[in-house]
C-alpha cells in the first residue's frame, strides 16, 4: 500500500461563486453578550439531548482572549444546567493544562468553577473510527468522550501557529484528541526528534480526520458555534503570549453544518473592508490552512455553500459582505476583557 500524499493549494482561498454543492443554513449574530449566545445556541439545540459534551477552550493561566466565562456560565446555567458538562483534553505541550493535576488548576485560576468540567482523558483513552480517511482508521481519543449523547462545539474563532485559523474544526481535532497518544498522531512523524514536524496540508488532513471521527460519532446530535471575538493571529494555547489582536470582532456565527460554519467565519475575514483581515488572511495563507476546509468538502463533511440567517433581523437572508459591512481595521477591547494579557483593559 502507498504512502498517502497531503492534498494541494492549502494557501488558496476558493471564491464562493466556484464553489459547488447545497447550501446549509448558518445564523449569525452581531450581540457579543451572554445574551446574543443564548439566542444564537437556540437556534441550533434542538439536536442536542441527553447528556451533552461543551466542548471549549478553556485557555492557559489568564489567558486573554478566550470565551468570556460570564457568557458561558450564563449557557450552563439558563440552558445546561441540568445535562451539560465542559469537556477538556491535556495539551500535547508542557504547560498549564499538561497534567490533569495542572489543568485543575488552571480552571481554577480561569473561573471555570461555575460547572462540571470532564477532563476526558484523565483517566486514559479510547478509539473512534476514521471513515474514508487516509491517514487514520482511527483516532485516539478521551476515554470519557463516549459517555455522552450529544456535543456542543464551542468555538472561540481565531488563528492558530500550525493549523492557520481555529474554528470547530479544530476545537473538535485538537481538543477532543487525548494528551499522549491522539495529538502526537496528528503532531509528529513516529521518531522525529521534532514534536510539530507535521504541518501545512498534512496536518490539516490529520486534524480534519480526528474531527471526522467525533462528527460521525455524535452525528444528528451535534451542533457548532464560533465566536468571532478577540481574533489574534494565535491560538489561546499560548495564553498571555499570544499576538496581540489586530483583527475586528465580527459576532457570533452557529449552524448544524461544521464546514459551512467554519467557511463562513473564513469568508469573512476575506470580506473584510479596508483589509481589516489581512493579519489573519496572512496566517491562514502562509501555513495551508484553507486545506481544512476543502478537505472537510472532500471528506463529506458538510457544504462550503451557506445561506446565513441575520436573528438580529428577523432571520433576513445576509452574505458574509453584509455581516462585516460596519467593521474597521483595528480592535478595541470589551468590558470582558480583564486578564493580564496583551490585551487586556489598562486603568
Not at 68 to 80: A, D, G, K, S, Y
Not at 137 to 166: C, I, N, W
Not at 222 to 233: K, L
Request: hydrophobic fraction near 35%; charged fraction near 25%.
Amino acid at each position: 500500500m502507498s504512502a498517502p500524499v497531503p492534498g494541494t493549494n492549502g494557501n488558496v482561498h476558493v471564491p464562493y461563486e466556484e464553489r459547488t454543492g447545497e447550501e446549509s443554513v448558518v445564523f449569525f449574530t452581531r450581540d457579543l453578550s451572554p445574551e446574543g449566545l443564548l439566542r444564537i445556541y437556540d437556534r441550533v439545540s434542538s439536536v442536542l439531548t441527553g447528556k451533552i459534551a461543551v466542548k471549549l477552550h478553556t485557555g492557559e493561566p489568564e489567558g486573554p482572549n478566550i470565551i468570556p466565562r460570564p457568557w458561558v456560565r450564563t449557557l450552563m446555567e439558563q440552558r445546561l444546567a441540568d445535562a451539560g458538562t465542559i469537556v477538556e483534553t491535556n495539551t500535547y505541550y508542557a504547560g498549564g493544562r499538561y497534567t490533569t493535576e495542572e489543568h485543575r488548576k488552571t480552571l481554577e485560576t480561569n473561573g471555570w468553577t461555575f460547572c462540571p468540567v470532564d477532563i476526558m482523558d484523565e483517566d486514559g483513552v479510547t478509539t473512534l473510527p476514521v471513515e474514508g480517511g487516509k491517514w487514520f482508521s482511527e483516532m485516539h481519543v478521551g476515554d470519557h468522550l463516549p459517555r455522552y449523547d450529544s456535543f456542543l462545539a464551542l468555538t472561540h474563532f481565531k488563528g492558530h501557529t500550525q493549523g492557520g485559523f481555529g474554528g470547530s474544526n479544530k476545537n473538535i481535532g485538537i481538543g477532543c484528541a487525548d494528551g499522549r497518544i491522539g495529538k502526537a498522531e496528528i503532531h509528529t512523524t513516529p521518531g522525529s526528534d521534532d514534536q510539530w514536524d507535521i504541518a501545512k496540508e498534512e496536518f490539516m488532513e490529520r486534524m480534519t480526520e480526528s474531527t471526522k471521527a467525533t462528527v460521525d460519532h455524535f452525528a444528528g446530535h451535534i451542533a457548532f458555534i464560533n465566536v468571532m471575538r478577540n481574533m489574534s493571529v494565535s491560538c489561546d494555547c499560548e495564553g498571555k503570549g499570544a499576538e496581540p489582536v489586530m483583527t475586528p470582532d465580527v459576532g457570533i456565527l452557529a449552524s448544524l453544518d461544521i464546514l459551512a460554519v467554519d467557511s463562513a467565519c473564513v469568508d469573512a475575514i476575506y470580506a473584510m473592508p479596508c483589509h481589516a483581515g489581512k493579519h489573519m488572511i496572512e496566517r491562514m495563507e502562509s501555513r495551508h490552512g484553507l486545506r481544512q476546509l476543502t478537505y472537510m468538502k472532500e471528506l463529506g463533511m458538510g457544504n462550503d455553500r451557506y445561506r446565513i440567517l441575520d436573528i438580529d433581523h428577523d432571520d433576513q437572508v445576509v452574505t458574509v459582505e453584509d455581516i462585516v459591512r460596519d467593521v474597521t481595521p483595528g480592535w478595541e477591547p470589551d468590558e470582558y476583557n480583564t486578564f493580564p494579557g496583551r490585551n487586556k483593559v489598562r486603568a
